[in-house]
């Protein structure tokens, strides 16, 4: 039993999400649809190993041509680097206009196989087939694809839609407890956006799905990628609404950014709880929100086992953060755009929150 979303906008063609359990057997079918020629399921080392063979079986059986194009696990390989390997090894195959990418793997490997694909001879297919929750849940559906680059994350990337997103709940089995949580942060930003029944479900009796319970993994995945595609369906460029998914982000990638990139450190769902819970703290520090509100998402936040004190995850300049957070993809005008609540399931955009603010704020949060 499969649930299937289709994220349809005015400015891109529509695709389906099939989120479900035991879905990679029927993938080569779904695949043999899609593919008009060749294959290439670019992965990463470590889901090669778990996945690839169960993978190429499939669309073997269904009679697509594929091979497998591998790199190293971790988000360093979001590089330049890496993205020109990929890019040359696809015409080292000589891949064409009508042959796909399928990306498997979490979401550095569909950032990465996604901007591929979008600059590959100015854009083929692709499509995702994520295996982490939060790749489930965000970065596979919506289109976008990016690097990092050493003064930040995802600033160097493309608007993309794959073609098709297959959501294999089972895959998520052979998750590490750690990378569960991390995705169950995304889930948790869902609710906190702008379904304040979803996240009292996520908070009580769908928090077992934090700990791997596949039928409430699956309610979580169905709705936040009903959340997800309503907004990219109205905004795909993130000028207007769309921007309200980085709930969390910029205080995130501005933390992540600081520790390097390092997942040993921090993971990008740890960030973004880490975030989530600091921009409900501004947002009631400033009036915005109460703070009860601020109180209890970082209780749910806790609860499922994420950071929620910068303290706790590492030392910090207060102004180093900032000027990070300057220079993230939403700021404009040189000042600090910031996804903020007036409460759980309220979130709103300001544009106009000043520097000195944020970093007194920080300050109080432990920066030096």
């Known amino acids: 039993m499969s649930t299937v979303i289709t994220v349809s906008g005015g400015g891109f063609r529509a695709y389906d999400v099939v989120i479900g359990r035991g879905l990679l057997p029927d993938l080569g079918r779904r695949i043999a649809a899609l593919a008009q020629g060749r294959t290439v399921i670019i992965t990463d080392e470590t889901v090669a190993a778990l996945h690839g063979p169960a993978v190429l079986a499939a669309l073997e059986a269904a009679g697509v041509r594929a091979r497998l194009l591998t790199v190293p696990p971790g988000e360093a390989s979001k590089s330049f ?7 040359d090894r696809l015409l080292a195959f000589g891949l064409d206009r009508r042959d796909l990418i399928v990306a498997l793997g979490g979401g550095v490997v569909g950032d990465l196989a996604g901007l591929a694909a979008a600059l590959f001879m100015r854009g083929i297919d692709f499509v995702q087939v994520p295996t982490t929750l939060l790749a489930q849940v965000d970065s596979s559906v919506g289109g976008k694809t990016a690097i990092d680059t050493p003064r930040g994350k995802n600033l160097v990337g493309a608007f993309h839609q794959p073609r098709l997103v297959v959501a294999d709940i089972d895959l998520l089995a052979t998750l590490p407890p750690r990378q569960l949580r991390s995705g169950w942060a995304e889930v948790l930003k869902h609710g906190l956006i702008c379904d304040p029944a979803f996240f009292d479900w996520l908070a009580g009796e769908g928090a077992v799905g934090a700990g791997g319970d596949p039928a409430a993994l699956t309610r979580a995945v169905v709705r936040s990628i009903e959340i997800k595609s309503a907004i990219v369906g109205e905004d795909e460029k993130e000028v ?16 992540e950014a600081e520790l390097g990139f390092d997942e040993t450190k921090l993971t990008h769902g740890e960030a973004v709880a880490l975030g989530c819970a600091l921009a409900f703290r501004f947002a009631a520090t400033n009036g ?8 209890r998402v970082e209780a749910v936040m806790a609860a499922a086992g994420l950071p929620t004190r910068l303290d706790a995850v590492g030392a910090f300049s207060a102004e180093a953060l900032v000027t990070r957070m300057a220079g993230d993809k939403k700021a404009e005008g040189g000042g600090l755009t910031l996804i903020l609540a007036r409460g759980i399931g309220e979130a709103f955009v300001d544009k106009a929150v000043h520097r000195a603010a944020v970093a007194a704020f920080l300050k109080t949060e432990g920066a030096s």
Request: net charge negative; charged share 25%; aromatic share 4%.
């Open 240 to 255: 207007g609404r769309r921007a309200l998914l980085n709930l969390g982000h910029t205080f995130g990638h501005a933390i």
């Open 81 to 87: 680097a890496e993205l020109e390997r990929v890019i």
């Open 288 to 295: 915005l929100c109460s703070g009860e509100d601020a109180v």
